[in-house]
């Protein structure tokens, strides 16, 4: 981590320097692309913490009688995560909502506290209708954060931008990891539901995060 935050401190330093810079410091100072990158960071930890933990979560809720498969509720999450991005990729890019980023990080801060407070309940209803909208708000915000800052910058500076932000997903998908399985004792360990408190609190902390972000 300390050797990830240097890097960037001398690359922010060299590049500020070059007379073309191949991340211009100039995408900093928009707010919509400082908001979008931080969204970045937060939904990649999200998503690729979920993907780590939502396994190990539907193998322990199996053992407890519930009729789960691991394998496919990973495989129900990628699909929630691709319909969620599709979907608002066409409905950012035909109609402009003022505060569509914010209405989505609300959605998701919402199914994430269903999650948290619902993982006990011996009814996984509300605990699935709660996954499936943490799935697609998730894509959805991957997609506006994408298009909106795209739409901030001149087209030939779309695809540094564009790789940037993908970068800064990618970044956050390493967090996201280490944060929630560092807050699972070992797998041969997990033994009941309440050890994946702490993750899904996470999670929460997460998505309150992006909300701020978006209002600030």
Known sequence: MLAAVACAIILFLIERKHPNPLIKIEFLKTKIIR?????AIL???IMYGLVAVLPLC????????????????????MIGISAGLLSCSRLVGKYQFRHFTNL???MLLTGATVMFLTIFSKNLTF?????????????????TFLINSQ?????EDRTVLSGLI?????????????????????????STVGQFLAPFGMLVT????GLINELV
């Open 127 to 143: 605990f699935s209708i709660s996954t499936i909208l943490v799935e697609l708000c998730t894509g959805g915000v991957m997609a």
């Open 206 to 209: 997460l998505c309150l995060l």
């Open 104 to 106: 989505l990080w609300g």
């Open 58 to 77: 539907g193998i322990i809720l199996g053992k407890h009688g519930f009729q789960l498969d691991e394998s496919k509720l990973l495989l129900f999450f």
């Open 151 to 155: 739409n901030t910058v001149s087209s």
């Open 43 to 45: 939904a990649g930890a």
């Open 166 to 190: 993908q970068l800064s997903r990618y970044f956050g998908a390493s967090i996201g990891v280490t944060l929630f399985t560092g807050l699972l004792p070992e797998i041969s360990l997990i």
């Open 35 to 39: 908001s979008s990158l931080v969204s």
